[in-house]
Antibody, heavy 119, light 107 residues
């Protein structure tokens, strides 16, 4: 059974750096074609894809956020970490990690973690 | 970025109705189109990948079609658990993008 779970702070101050961890089980990021993405969703908004890391360590980012994002993996711990710098109240959202397979669809999602950016 | 436009933004329907809603891409994306269902407070759930491939465990009343720029999701025989918001997502090119959603409400 594939599961993912996000963890990180619920509250972040403006200008701070957010670090989120996705801990997964049921698959390995050393297996060919496996990928993990981070997606966020503002309250009442649509999902927004942020970044992706592949089994071969290729990394892809949303261009509009490229300078603020970094994605990495620790295959020994089955974890993917997303950092986002210079947080702003507009970054308040539920952040999800998701296994990404096939032609680029998100087949299993974590439950999400709500991050509020406020002073 | 490829823009995804869904219509309508919301619709009211009754149990048993057949409902269809659309997703249009701002440029051709082949069949790299996926559909998700989301209920309040929950993560999105993948229903259909590659425009028409039903995911395992998803009821057969859901179906998808289309290619290029125009896609549809049909629910034939709406059931109470289908009242939710539906999103399309293109995976033709990064940044992968979602539509703004279609909310299906009880009439």
């Amino acid at each position: 059974q594939v599961t993912l779970k996000e963890s990180g702070p619920a509250l972040v101050r403006p200008t701070q750096t957010l670090t989120l961890t996705c801990t997964f089980s049921g698959f390995s990021l050393t297996t060919s074609t496996m990928r993990v993405s981070w997606i966020r969703q503002s309250p009442g908004g649509a999902p927004e894809w942020l970044a992706r890391i592949d089994w071969d360590d290729d990394r892809f980012y949303r261009p509009s956020l490229r300078t603020r994002l970094d994605i990495s993996k620790d295959t020994s711990k089955n974890q993917v970490v997303l950092t986002m710098t210079n947080m702003d109240p507009v970054d308040t959202a539920t952040y999800y990690c998701s296994r990404t397979i096939g032609s680029g669809f998100f087949d299993v999602w974590g439950p999400g973690t709500l991050v509020t950016v406020s002073s | 970025d490829i823009q995804m436009t869904q219509s309508p933004s919301s619709l009211s329907a009754s149990v048993g109705d057949r409902v269809t809603f659309t997703c249009r891409a701002s440029q051709r994306i082949g069949n790299f189109l996926n559909w998700y269902q989301q209920k309040p407070g929950k993560a999105p759930k993948l229903l259909i990948s590659a425009a028409s491939s039903l995911q395992s465990g998803v009821p057969s009343r859901f179906s998808g079609s289309g290619s290029g720029t125009d896609f549809t999701l049909t629910i034939s025989g709406l059931e109470s658990e289908d009242f939710a918001t539906y999103y399309c997502q293109q995976s033709n090119s990064t940044p992968w993008t979602f539509g703004q959603g279609t909310r299906v409400e009880i009439k």
